[in-house]
């Protein structure tokens, strides 16, 4: 009888397969999601130069000390500053200038005036405005955004690591990344095997269910920052496996994942082929569930075969797939867990055990409750499961009210 491998030690073998991908430089506008390569310095300030940050009157602040309702300051307007252009002269001590939002503060004016604290009003049309009234007094530098006051030339702005966000995205804009390098997406090969599967969509015979694995796992790859490419469903025979794993290799994969006909079943063709091609093991893990998972390399491509059952192949995904991706797609694993209360006795079998789980808030402590039918086919307790309950390993029992840790599979209900 072979050794039970724990999760962790299988976790350890598979990371240790893997680091982040190479980069590429993409376009800002699909940049959204992804992983800086390298850091972003800035060439130059941002702002770029002193600007107004209202519309009003760029001015002298000594020359408004005095302004109030009952006494405004008349100053004439000796320009028009709209955003966009730059001033055409210095100001002068008792001048103003006319200046929109975001336009350069002329040489000589150290503050702007808003619009609304003084008399004059305008139409955008009106081009020559004579003079001002002033009625509330401004300080140096009210009213200015000063160049460089967000950013200075050469600083660096973003990390290599971070993720592209709407706010760092703006950030590149800004700076003029048009092009930022970013770590190259995993593109993972996902091939499902069985003569019992029929494609979504098609009708099922008598005997036959819909490939649904090939679905799921395509969606958690691209849930975790993976490009799922998906190739046809193969026949159980060898020359079909065969040929479905070389059309994988075609894709230039960095991961390939198979699901089924990795366990001892008379049809379970996969292992043979996988054999052949490439190096794997078999490996026999202490959880549950999840029966052999194989892992190892086809053709020099990473390998994972995941178990058929729906649940199986999920969850195996969950505890080892998707930490392998994430370091491909240099993202972290955020491996979110929370203690809950279980909220039903349960028993388990002494495997470590993950238990698709439904969370509520119970004063400020979580508590969690199963889904249903636990069989590892069935997936609409999948679909109810806020995340997998953790049983330890070498437990067999568990009383309602112990304390156990839900690995998320969602965001928290509120
Ligand atoms: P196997 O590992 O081939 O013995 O498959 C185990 C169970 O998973 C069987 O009930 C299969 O019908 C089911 N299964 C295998 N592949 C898929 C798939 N792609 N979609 C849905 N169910 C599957
Ligand atoms: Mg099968």
Redesign the pocket.
């Known amino acids: 009888m072979v050794d039970l491998l724990s999760v962790e030690e299988a976790l350890a073998r598979v990371l240790a397969h893997f680091t982040s991908l190479p980069s590429e430089e993409i376009a800002l506008s699909s940049a959204l999601g992804r992983v800086l390569a390298r850091f972003i310095t800035a060439p130059a300030d941002i702002p770029p130069f002193d600007n107004s940050a209202v519309d009003g009157f760029a001015v002298s602040a000594a020359d408004t000390a005095t302004s109030s309702d009952s006494a405004p300051t008349r100053l004439p307007v000796v320009m028009d500053i709209p955003a966009g252009a730059t001033p055409s002269r210095p100001l002068r001590p008792g001048e103003a200038a006319r200046i929109m939002t975001g336009a350069p503060m002329p040489e000589g004016a150290n503050a702007a005036v808003m619009v609304e604290h003084t008399l004059t009003a305008w139409q955008p049309t009106d081009n020559a405005l004579d003079s001002v009234l002033i009625v509330r007094p401004v300080k140096a530098g009210d009213n200015v955004r000063q160049r460089g006051e967000d950013v200075r030339a050469g600083q660096t702005v973003l990390e290599a690591g971070t993720r592209l966000r709407a706010a760092e995205i703006g950030l590149l804009a800004s700076v003029g990344c048009a092009r930022p390098a970013v770590v190259r997406q995993p593109r993972v090969a996902i091939l499902?095997?069985?003569d019992?599967?029929v494609e979504v969509g098609d009708p099922l015979a008598p005997g036959k269910?819909?490939?649904?694995?090939?679905y799921?796992l395509a969606a958690l790859v691209a849930t975790y920052g993976g490009i799922p490419l998906l190739i046809p469903?193969a026949r159980?025979t060898l020359d079909d496996v065969r040929m479905r794993f070389r059309q994988a290799l075609e894709q230039q994969p960095d991961l390939i994942l198979s699901?089924?006909?990795?366990?001892v079943?008379a049809?379970?063709v996969v292992r043979t082929v996988i054999e052949e091609m490439g190096a794997v093991d078999f490996w026999r893990i202490n959880m549950r569930p999840g029966?052999p998972l194989a892992f190892g390399q086809i053709g020099g491509v990473p390998f994972f075969g995941l178990?058929?059952?729906?649940v199986?192949?999920m969850v195996t995904f969950e505890v080892f797939v998707r930490p392998a991706l994430l370091r491909l797609a240099h993202l972290p694993d955020p491996n979110r867990t929370v203690q809950a209360e279980l909220a039903d006795d349960l028993t388990s079998d002494g495997r470590r055990s993950y238990l698709r789980v439904r969370l509520t808030r119970q004063e400020n402590r979580w508590r969690a409750h199963l889904t249903g039918n636990q069989s590892?086919?069935v997936l609409t307790s999948m679909v109810k499961a806020d995340g997998l309950l953790i049983v330890p390993e070498n437990i067999t029992q568990v009383q309602a009210g112990t304390i156990l840790p839900v690995r998320l599979l969602k965001d928290l209900p509120e």
């Open positions: 499902s095997t069985g019992e599967l269910i819909h490939d649904s694995n090939r799921a469903t159980d699901s089924a006909g990795v366990s079943g049809y379970d029966k178990p058929g059952n729906p199986s192949a590892s086919g």
